[in-house]
């Protein structure tokens, strides 16, 4: 009976998740309607959907820590120490999902509620985030670095991007929570691994139960799914910018790449529109590199940029830890 159930799940999802490719075409076209389209692409619908993904983080960090408690520890108890069940199981029992708690429920800075000084704390580029714009959706002026979240319906201050995982955006004002939530994840379940498979490793005549391989394949795949995100955040952090912006400056560099970014004699970026680059250049137009600035420009003066360090990103401070304070501290 179980796996029939287990098979309709299956099959449910396999229908739910092609209907897309089928949306004219019954029954598929059911489940692109009134399914797929609320659940995907209209966020207004079904809000309980946001917190799906919250409540499975839980449920399987709930689950390691039933599987460690009952099964585990138990089983292995011979082989931990003093620090072992006085500070690091503690530690990272309690603490991990506190900072989790903490990023889901303290969101960033908006544009609707935030501490007037950090309104202007960040300068315009003129690059990638440009003066006197205001948001199309919500009516507000952009400070820079901000964006507007669909999830959340208003624009956050240094907005990285709207984590799944704790329902939230993260953005300026939880930054602190949202990295120690990632490193302690990283942390904990690498401590649980390696400390399994080492204890198990000193004694491989014994023949332990089922439990501590489950227990060590989920805490082993975790670790290095929570690794590999780590770094990623924390290579951004180290290069000055965001998830939100490190999209804007793919853009840009392709510009650069196909040999459209200039800048004017005036120091105002633009991207050449000319499909024949060969031609004189009072013959060239050009748009701006602000997205709401949809005027067709004819420059008389300008220099092709072609070098990726001529490219000056004003808001990296020179070092991870600089950029991190940037971000951390408001």
């Not at 929570?226 to 924390?234: P, R």
Request: aromatic share 16%.
């Amino acid at each position: 009976m179980m796996l029939i159930l287990i098979a309709a799940l299956i099959l449910q999802i396999a229908v739910l998740l092609i209907s897309p490719l089928f949306k004219y075409q019954w029954p598929f076209s059911l489940y692109y309607k009134y399914v797929f389209l609320p659940l995907f692409q209209d966020n207004d619908r079904f809000r309980w959907k946001f917190y799906l993904v919250p409540l499975f983080y839980s449920s399987i960090y709930l689950g390691v820590v039933h599987l460690a408690i009952k099964n585990v520890i138990p089983q292995l108890s011979p082989g931990l120490n003093f620090f072992d069940y006085w500070f690091f199981i503690p530690f990272f029992i309690v603490l991990t999902p506190a900072t989790g708690i903490l990023a889901a429920i303290i969101g960033p800075e908006t544009t609707k509620s935030c501490k007037r000084r950090n309104i202007d704390k960040f300068r315009y580029d003129n690059l990638l985030f440009y003066p006197n714009i205001n948001c199309r959706t919500c009516q507000l002026p952009k400070p820079a670095r901000s964006k507007h979240c669909n999830v959340c319906n208003q624009c956050v201050l240094a907005v990285d991007h709207h984590c799944i995982w704790i329902n939230n955006c993260v953005g300026l004002g939880n930054y602190l929570y949202f990295y120690l939530f990632l490193v302690l994840n990283s942390l904990s379940m690498s401590y649980a691994f390696i400390r399994s498979m080492s204890i198990v490793g000193l004694k491989p005549n014994i023949k332990y139960p089922r439990s501590i391989l489950a227990f060590n394949l989920l805490t082993g795949c975790f670790a290095l799914i929570c690794i590999v995100f780590t770094y990623l955040q924390l290579c951004m952090v180290r290069e000055g910018m965001t998830t939100n912006e490190k999209d804007k400056w793919f853009t840009i560099h392709e510009y650069m790449r196909e040999k459209r970014l200039v800048k004017s004699s005036s120091g105002k970026w633009y991207y050449d529109l000319t499909d024949r680059l060969d031609l004189p250049t009072d013959q060239h137009e050009f748009f701006s590199t602000n997205p709401y600035d949809g005027r067709l420009y004819r420059l008389q003066s300008y220099t092709l940029i072609e070098d990726a360090e001529r490219i000056n990103n004003i808001y990296d401070e020179g070092s991870f830890m600089a950029n991190l304070r940037t971000l951390c501290l408001t």
